[in-house]
């Protein structure tokens, strides 16, 4: 997302530069950035050296807005540190306000997570501790943003759904909200250049694990697979060792299932018919859009504030009942029994998921800059 904007922002005359801080997921790595790229010196987040670099660099390349990409997390702590009240700062909320608290049942507690009996046991400690995990979670997303939103000027969200979530968290502040959704990933001559025929193939993108919960698709898939031989599942991601070797288990007597590992997802896009998600939770997923882009009809939970943003029920895609599998189940054999509804679908795909193109969703961050640019 960040990378399309860039390109779509210096487009227009922009000049964007990447400011790293470098933890887990931050992880360098060879990449065409479009922007010059610099990490932060500590691997200490809020030290005095990186609060230093911080400020200096903001002032060498005379920085007139931060956008906080963490603006659910802890380093925001950092980002909005600027030195100089007349650097504005947008922080960008990626997931729900709430992130995984009102499903950690579902997500983090309940799923086992391997085969092994010691993450049995494991998981009966996980529910006997639950009441305390889910307190101190809660807690922290409230000190979280008692912390950031009094001194971040704008909480940019992927929807105005989301607003009421945050209000639920720390009231006060919807003076500051904003939102704006994900541009689409993919540019018209990248979808005309990979077009291919579409095959009777389900798709799953994702990194395996909470909160994705990829492997209630291969479970229901065991069940499934083998009623429609003629079309197979594939699964397009990874996981940590443990949890791969877990899908492979499930998996281990459904022959039309496909584990394709970590690739581009496009020409898996381009050749599928129908695209699961099966997540707890998630901000605004990129990989529905995407397929969307590439005419595969999404089926997903109803489990998060944007998704009715994206999916027109029915129209475009289907939506299910938070986590109602027999449902979920029952929704997937309509679209593979119905080979003309689900063309029908696809097309409105294509159509419909046009509104986020990457030239609308900028014009709405170029809007957010002027209004910056005039406040006080």
């Given at each position: 997302m960040t990378h399309t904007l860039t390109l779509e922002l210096q487009r227009r005359g922009y000049q964007?530069?990447?400011?790293?801080?470098?933890?887990?997921?931050?992880?360098?790595?060879?990449y065409d950035y479009p922007a010059p790229l610099?990490?932060?010196?500590?691997?200490?987040?809020?030290?005095?050296?990186?609060?230093?670099?911080?400020?200096?660099?903001?002032?060498?390349?005379?920085?007139?807005?931060v956008i906080n990409q963490s603006g659910n997390f802890s380093d925001s702590e950092l980002w909005l540190n600027?030195?100089?009240?007349?650097?504005?700062?947008?922080?960008?909320?990626?997931?729900?306000?709430?992130?995984?608290?009102?499903?950690?049942?579902?997500?983090?507690v309940l799923p086992l997570r391997s085969e092994l009996f010691i993450e049995k046991l494991k998981r009966i400690a996980r529910i006997m501790l639950y009441p305390r995990i889910k307190r101190t979670f809660k807690k922290q997303r409230i000190?979280?943003?008692?912390?950031?939103?009094?001194?971040?000027?704008?909480?940019?969200?992927?929807?105005?759904?989301?607003?009421?979530?945050?209000?639920?968290?720390?009231?006060?502040?919807?003076?500051?909200y904003r939102a704006i959704a994900n541009p689409n990933?993919?540019?018209?001559?990248?979808?005309?250049?990979?077009?291919?025929?579409?095959?009777?193939?389900?798709?799953?993108?994702?990194?395996?694990?909470?909160?994705?919960?990829?492997?209630?698709?291969?479970?229901?898939?065991?069940?499934?697979?083998?009623?429609?031989?003629?079309?197979?599942?594939?699964?397009?991601?990874?996981?940590?060792?443990?949890?791969?070797?877990?899908?492979?288990y499930l998996a281990r007597k459904i022959p039309n299932i496909q584990f394709a590992g970590f690739q581009s997802p496009l020409p898996y896009f381009q050749q599928a018919r129908i695209f699961c998600v099966t997540s707890n939770y998630e901000g605004w997923p990129m990989v529905l859009t995407e397929a969307m882009q590439c005419g595969t009809v999404p089926i997903a939970f109803n489990s998060f504030a944007a998704v009715t943003d994206i999916i027109h029920d029915g129209i475009d895609g289907t939506l299910v009942k938070p986590f109602d599998m027999k449902r979920y189940e029952c929704q997937l054999r309509t679209l593979m029994e119905n080979p003309e509804k689900l063309q029908a679908m696809s097309n409105q795909c294509r159509e419909n998921v046009k509104r986020f193109s990457v030239e609308r969703i900028t014009d709405q961050w170029e809007a957010l800059f002027r209004e910056l640019a005039t406040s006080n």
């Open positions: 964007v530069y990447y400011l790293i801080y470098e933890c887990s997921i931050t992880v360098k790595h060879v610099t990490y932060l010196p500590s691997k200490d987040c809020t030290s005095k050296e990186n609060i230093r670099f911080y400020h200096q660099y903001l002032q060498d390349h005379k920085i007139d807005v600027t030195g100089d009240p007349s650097i504005k700062v947008i922080s960008v909320l990626h997931s729900s306000p709430w992130v995984a608290y009102k499903h950690l049942w579902s997500s983090d000190h979280h943003f008692q912390k950031t939103l009094p001194i971040t000027d704008i909480a940019c969200m992927l929807s105005p759904n989301y607003y009421d979530e945050l209000d639920e968290i720390c009231p006060g502040y919807r003076h500051k990933s993919f540019t018209e001559e990248e979808l005309c250049r990979t077009a291919q025929e579409k095959k009777k193939v389900i798709l799953f993108v994702g990194l395996f694990g909470p909160p994705k919960r990829e492997d209630r698709l291969v479970k229901l898939w065991t069940k499934l697979g083998p009623l429609y031989p003629d079309w197979t599942l594939i699964m397009v991601g990874k996981g940590s060792p443990k949890r791969e070797a877990y899908l492979h």
